[in-house]
Each structure stands twice: as structure tokens, then as C-alpha cells.
């Protein structure tokens, strides 16, 4: 079901729908917001590290009350991104304002300490989201599980969802900015001012690759050092295609950057998503291209596609520049406790 949502008047959110701010006209205001405007909400949270069953790790930050029966929601970050991103935060306060407990993942490398295998996070790691998923289910036996994902997040959970049909331990989900297809949205941020976004992205993950050779060489871990070494060098990097073909796709098992982006894409794990599940999309998202969003006729009967005109790429920002509001906060707790 897709349910297409019409511009509101600037600074009014009838019946809780999206209200974009009027002072952040179009997708890439929205979408700047977040990182470089919003102020960080603090937190206190507790850590767990999780060892996976290749000898590598994950790091989870949980926040919010310990009831054994109360929902509890996974929130996963985008690309770059952390527990500590200002949307993950944002959501977890606003969980705990409803009396509801929430862990945060940081993918391999993601926590602020490189990893110990060369192998990083990628958009298509559904496998290390099944075993976050499976740990979280032994933790709290009795909570209904319920995730949340953000843009590269949001694809890794919705490949989760398609590749595990109605066998997920997952009661619901909500994907947000979600890059449905891989390849075409490695076009579209290489367009117009996207490519700003694009030159963002290729410096933190060169300096992801970076920390790991240091990380490694400190070590003496000389086997893994030379398994990054042997994918080439970390210069001449200006595209997702670049950077994908020389180090994503060989390290993780693919032929290449289309094989990668072919097999990792959600867009093509849709049909087979078992579970009520919420997408929410904006049409000027600077990352995604409308035609990369999935049409009613792909979706799953659980799954709803709420796509708004305006909203960036994780942004969805409203109320006034004094008190400015975030949609996502206030819609996505409201849509996971409908039934519960």
C-alpha cells in the first residue's frame, strides 16, 4: 500500500502528518539539518559489546527501562553514521519518553574502534543483522523485538525482512530513506550538488579503510593489512563505483560493484517481507532518485510506502528555526505502538 502524501501548509501538521519546516525549503536543507545544525540530545546508555561468530564484534548502546515484557526496538544507522547520530539519539530519547527501552547497533568499525577483520559493514550485511537480531531475542526472550532502519540501515533491514520471510523474530519494522536500488543511487549522488554528499562519503570511508590498516599494523596482523593491501590503493576514490569495486565487492564476496549492487539492493527482497512494516520516503531525496522507489505492486500486503514531497534524505524537520521538531521522532514510536 502506498500512501502519497500532499504538501501541508508551512507550520501546520494536520492529524499528525508532515508539516515541512518553511525555513528549510527543499530536499537538501532537510537533509543538512541533521548533521551540522541540530544540537546532540544527550544520554546515558549502557554498552554491550557483542562478539559474532566469525571473531569479530558489534557494539550495542541500550537506553531506557529494563522490562522484561515491554517492546524493545533495534535501531540501525546509515552509512558513516553511529549510535551516536543525532537521528538514532533523537529516537532513542523519545522512546524512553514513552516508557519503552531501545538498543542501537554500531556496524563492524562503527563504535569509534576499528574492527579486527578486514571484512567491514556494508548495505547488503544481513547477516550480521540476524545475529544481533538472534542475540537480542536470547537477552529479552519475552519482549516483542521491533527495528527501526536509516538509509543504509533501513536496506540492510528490509533485505533481513525479504531473506527471512515470516521466520524473522521481528513483530515490526520501519525503514526511512531507504537506498532501494544500490546502483542507481551511486548515479544519483554523483549529480548536481549531491556530488558535495558524494566527496563527504569518500573521505570517511577511505579513513574507514585507513584506521583499519593503522589499526591492523599496530597489531601485527599482518594477514589481514595484506588483505586490504592487496585490493589497491586508497587514491583516485571519487565515486560509490570506485570505492564499491575496489574494496566493498572483493571483500565481501562479490564480482564486482554491479554484482554487489545487484545482490545487496532491497528493492528486490520486498515481496517476500512477512511483517508489518513501514516505509518512509520523500521524493527530493538528494540520494535517491523517485524512480528508484518501489511502486505499490512490489510491496509485500504488511508493508506501507509513505511518501512524502518534501523531506530530504533523513530529515523529515518541522516547527520553527527557535524550536525546530522532527517528524521521524514523533511518527515512527507512534506507528510501532498501533496494536501493540
Known amino acids: 500500500m502506498t500512501a502519497t502524501h500532499p504538501p501541508t501548509r508551512p507550520g501546520t501538521a494536520a492529524d499528525g502528518a508532515f508539516a515541512p519546516a518553511w525555513w528549510l525549503p527543499g530536499g537538501h536543507l532537510q537533509t543538512l539539518w541533521n548533521p551540522f545544525c541540530r544540537r546532540t540530545t544527550p544520554l546515558a546508555r549502557r554498552r554491550e559489546r557483542l562478539w559474532l561468530a566469525d571473531g569479530d564484534f558489534i557494539d550495542l548502546d541500550w537506553h531506557g527501562p529494563h522490562d522484561p515484557t515491554a517492546p524493545l526496538v533495534l535501531i540501525l544507522h546509515g552509512l558513516t553514521g553511529s549510535s551516536h547520530s543525532h537521528y538514532v539519539l533523537g529516537l532513542q530519547a523519545q522512546l524512553a519518553a514513552r516508557a519503552q527501552a531501545s538498543v542501537a547497533i554500531n556496524w563492524r568499525g562503527c563504535s569509534g574502534e576499528p574492527n579486527l577483520l578486514p571484512r567491514a559493514y556494508h548495505s547488503g550485511a544481513s547477516d550480521d543483522l540476524a545475529e544481533v537480531i538472534a542475540h537480542l531475542q536470547a537477552t529479552r526472550p519475552m519482549a516483542p523485538?521491533?527495528?527501526?532502519?536509516?538509509?543504509?540501515?533501513?536496506?540492510?533491514?528490509?533485505?533481513?525482512?525479504?531473506?527471512?520471510?515470516?521466520?524473522?523474530?521481528?513483530?515490526?519494522?520501519?525503514?526511512?530513506?531507504?537506498?532501494?536500488?544500490?546502483?542507481?543511487?551511486?548515479?544519483?549522488?554523483?549529480?548536481?550538488?549531491?556530488?558535495?554528499?558524494?566527496a563527504h562519503f569518500m573521505r570517511e570511508m577511505v579513513a574507514y579503510v585507513k584506521d583499519k590498516q593503522q589499526s591492523f599494523t599496530r597489531q601485527g596482523a599482518t594477514e589481514h593489512l595484506s588483505a586490504l593491501q592487496r585490493l589497491g590503493p586508497l587514491t583516485g576514490l571519487r565515486t560509490f563505483w570506485d570505492f564499491d569495486g575496489r574494496f566493498t565487492a572483493p571483500l565481501h564476496g562479490y564480482s564486482d560493484a554491479s554484482d554487489y549492487y545487484r545482490r545487496a539492493s532491497s528493492r528486490y527482497f520486498l515481496p517476500d517481507i512477512r511483517i508489518p512494516t513501514l516505509l518512509i520516503q520523500a521524493e527530493d531525496d538528494p540520494f535517491v532518485f523517485r524512480h528508484s522507489v518501489p511502486e505499490t505492486a512490489e510491496l509485500s500486503a504488511t508493508t506501507t510506502l509513505e511518501l512524502h514531497r518534501s523531506g530530504g534524505h533523513v530529515g523529515f524537520v518541522e516547527g520553527s528555526p527557535t524550536r525546530p521538531r522532527y517528524y521521524l521522532e514523533r511518527r515512527i514510536p507512534q506507528w510501532l505502538s498501533q496494536g501493540s
Open 145 to 198: 523485538l521491533q527495528a527501526v532502519g536509516y538509509s543504509l540501515g533501513g536496506n540492510v533491514l528490509l533485505k533481513y525482512l525479504g531473506e527471512a520471510g515470516g521466520t524473522t523474530p521481528l513483530h515490526k519494522a520501519v525503514a526511512v530513506s531507504v537506498p532501494f536500488r544500490l546502483d542507481q543511487c551511486a548515479d544519483r549522488i554523483g549529480i548536481g550538488f549531491s556530488r558535495v554528499y558524494q
